[in-house]
C-alpha cells in the first residue's frame, strides 16, 4: 500500500518547542497519535502569533483548516520537549499548506513531519477569502 510521503524545506521559518504532557499520552505510554495533532494545532497558533496574527485575524481574515497530512517516525514520551519547524508553501489564491517537522530537543530524534491545509476566511462575510500578501511573503521559506 502506498504511503503518505511529505518533502519538507531545507529551512522553516519558525520554530517552538512544546513540552508533552501526561494528557498527550495513550494507553501505551507514548504520544497519541490524534493528541500529535493537538500539540500541531498549538505550534500553528504560535506560528501566527509570531508573524504578527492570529488564527482569526490575519489582516482582517482569519484561517480554517481544511486538510491535514501525517507521517509518525517515532515514538514521544512524557516530559519530552518537543521542537515544532513550521513554513508555509504551495500557495493557491485562498490558502497554502502549512509544512511542519517535530523532533525531540534532546536526542534530534525525528518524531513525525506533516502538511496542513489552510484556507484564509471571512468570518463575518462567512466565505471564503484570498491569501493576504503580507501572510505570504512572511510565512515562507
Known amino acids: 500500500m502506498p504511503r503518505i510521503k511529505i518533502d519538507l524545506p531545507e529551512r522553516f521559518v519558525y520554530s517552538t518547542e512544546i513540552t508533552l504532557y501526561l ?13 500529535l495533532l493537538s500539540v500541531v494545532s498549538e505550534a500553528r497558533a504560535r ?14 481574515v482569519g484561517i480554517v483548516v481544511a486538510d491535514a497530512a501525517v507521517q509518525y517516525r517515532s515514538e514521544a514520551f512524557h516530559g519530552e520537549v518537543m521542537v515544532v519547524g513550521m513554513s508555509a508553501a504551495e500557495f493557491s489564491g485562498k490558502g ?6 517535530m523532533h525531540d530537543k534532546a536526542s534530534q530524534r525525528e518524531v513525525a513531519r506533516g502538511k496542513t491545509g489552510i484556507v484564509f476566511f471571512d468570518y ?5 477569502a484570498g491569501v493576504p500578501e503580507t501572510f505570504r511573503a512572511r510565512a515562507a521559506s
Not at 23 to 35: E, I, K, Q, V
Open 23 to 35: 494528557s498527550h499520552m495513550n494507553f501505551a505510554g507514548h504520544l497519541d497519535n490524534a493528541l
Open 124 to 128: 463575518t462575510a462567512r466565505a471564503v
Open 47 to 60: 506560528f501566527f502569533m509570531a508573524l504578527g496574527y492570529s488564527e482569526l485575524n490575519v489582516d482582517g
Open 96 to 101: 497554502c499548506d502549512l509544512l511542519w517537522r
